[in-house]
Nanobody, 117 residues
Framework: QVQLVESGGGLVQPGGSLRLSCTAS????????MGWYRQAPGKQRELVAG???????NYADSVKGRFTISRDNAKNTVYLQMNSLKPEDTAVYYC???????????WGQGTQVTVSS
């Protein structure tokens, strides 16, 4: 059974930083492109950042220069370092794994990030 377990969310003031982590169980990590998505109340889920198996990275325009995605294949973990946080970054953040061989997507349970003074 595939599991993605996220951690690192919380409440932070504007301008602050958080680091999200997502650890994958089983053998899925090495076969997957990984991504972080977010969903704010009343809005659609959107891609924040993605990193392929080969390390190619893309970001949403709204987070470029502030967020950094990385992966540690030895730990089956993907990270999202979020700096210079803004109130509009407030959302539930979800980890996603896309198995490149069978095209399946797997989701974590989500972690709340709230940026507020």
């Amino acid at each position: 059974q595939v599991q993605l377990v996220e951690s690192g969310g919380g409440l932070v003031q504007p301008g602050g930083s958080l680091r999200l982590s997502c650890t994958a169980s089983g053998s899925i990590f090495s076969s997957s492109n990984m991504g972080w998505y977010r969903q704010a109340p009343g809005k659609q889920r959107e891609l924040v950042a993605g990193i392929t198996r080969g390390g190619r990275i893309n970001y949403a325009d709204s987070v470029k220069g502030r967020f950094t995605i990385s992966r540690d294949n030895a730990k089956n973990t993907v990270y999202l370092q979020m700096n210079s946080l803004k109130p509009e970054d407030t959302a539930v953040y979800y980890c996603n794994a896309e198995n490149v061989w069978i095209g399946s997507h797997y989701w974590g349970q989500g972690t709340q990030v709230t940026v507020s003074s």
